[in-house]
């Protein structure tokens, strides 16, 4: 039974194929080698690849989540999380390390750039000392 016409163009394509396919199938594991030297196996490996890389695109196109509000300052001892989380909150300066051993929140308005409206965005700060980390995990 003859192969049908796309199948026979990709037959030729695939007896005399480019250096950059021979490369491309050369990455290929084994298995998917050997299924690449006929035309319906390469065939089907192209448009597998094509669905795929369609979906990827496609993503978030569909993907209706809403993007969190929350930053978190997590780091370790003495890193200024929490002078960094009271600047945000409230512009106060703090000279050297505030040490919090709680967890701080607050809800501030941050502007993400000109011309644009500011969001409300939730601020978490967490200690970063050894004893309060075991408690989380």
Do not use: W
């Not at 490369?23 to 690849?49: F, H, R």
């Not at 600047?87 to 502007?111: E, I, K, W």
């Amino acid at each position: 039974m003859p192969l049908p016409e796309p199948l026979q163009q990709l037959s030729v394509l695939l007896q005399h194929q480019p250096a950059a396919i021979r490369q491309l199938i050369a990455y290929l594991p084994q298995d998917l080698q050997k299924v690449a030297q006929t035309p319906e196996g390469l065939l089907a490996i192209i448009v597998t690849a094509a669905v795929g890389i369609l979906c990827l695109f496609l993503l978030p196109v569909f993907s209706s989540r809403k993007k969190g509000n929350t930053i978190i300052l997590a780091g370790p001892v003495n890193a200024g999380k929490t002078t960094l989380f009271l600047q945000l909150r409230d512009g106060t300066q703090h000279n050297g390390v505030v040490a919090s051993m709680q967890d701080n929140a607050a809800v501030c308005s941050v502007s993400p750039g000109k011309g644009k409206a500011s969001k409300q965005v939730r601020i978490l700060d967490i200690p970063g000392h050894q004893s309060y980390l075991q408690k989380l995990g």
